[in-house]
């Protein structure tokens, strides 16, 4: 299968404790997005890197989170020091470029990450 | 910042019956798309719209977009069970960052 792949699918930690994802995007798309979803809404842009290049990252997120795409491939998000509110569903997708734009983006199935 | 906003939130409907499914936007974002995801499960394209005055149809589903309104619409024809879902729309800040509204949860009764 040639998909978005995320793991872990759920991760459980204490409160204060660092926690990492990875993302493996489709092969040849040079974009990866990282979105985080809490019940009931839509997805909250977090940050996009085009190929290893991280171009832009919401001014919600604070310094406690980072990301890196090294070489362009895989990615990893990184929250430090966990609080109850980073609870949530943590989105990967990637995309494409397309001539002209337009490219849609194909999601994993997320990481859910609990709190306590 | 571009803002999504979608109505109605949540949506019951008979079987067989047609309704609508609202986008505004609130700056330029010449592109639009939507998205549905089944509980438990991730997102999935379903149309990308392109450009003022653009129409896609897939099946039961039709999705339009007007850009001078800020508006894109997902109207649905004879409603059946397996259209229950959370339907997403996004809009393109024109920098490839996108941005998606709160989603509608539509429930489809037979």
């Known amino acids: 299968d040639t998909g978005v792949s995320q793991n872990p699918r759920h991760k459980i930690t204490k409160r204060g404790q660092n926690v990492t994802f990875r993302c493996d995007p489709i092969?040849?798309?040079?974009?990866l997005y990282w979105y985080r979803q809490t019940l009931g809404q839509g997805p909250e842009f977090l940050t996009y890197f085009q190929n290893e290049a991280q171009l832009e990252k919401s001014r919600l997120l604070s310094d406690r989170f980072s990301a890196e795409r090294p070489k362009g491939s895989f990615s990893t998000l990184e929250i430090q020091r966990t609080e109850q509110g980073d609870s949530a569903m943590y989105l990967c997708a990637s995309s494409p470029t397309a001539r002209g734009g337009g490219e849609k983006l194909f999601f994993g199935s997320g990481t859910q990450l609990s709190v306590l | 910042e571009l803002k999504v906003e979608q109505n109605p939130l949540f949506l019951s409907m008979q079987e067989g019956k047609n309704y609508t499914i609202y986008c505004n936007y609130s700056t330029t974002s010449d592109r639009l798309y939507w998205y549905r995801q089944d509980p438990g499960k991730s997102l999935e394209s379903l149309f990308v719209?392109?450009?003022?005055?653009a129409v896609k149809q897939e099946g039961r589903l039709m999705a339009s977009l007007d850009t001078k309104a800020r508006l894109s619409t997902l109207h649905i024809t004879a409603a059946v069970h397996d259209l229950s879902a959370t339907y997403f729309c996004a809009g393109d800040t024109g920098t490839y960052k996108y941005i998606f509204g709160t989603g509608t949860r539509l429930k489809v009764l037979a």
């Open positions: 719209l392109l450009s003022n005055g």
């Open positions: 092969s040849e798309h040079n974009r």
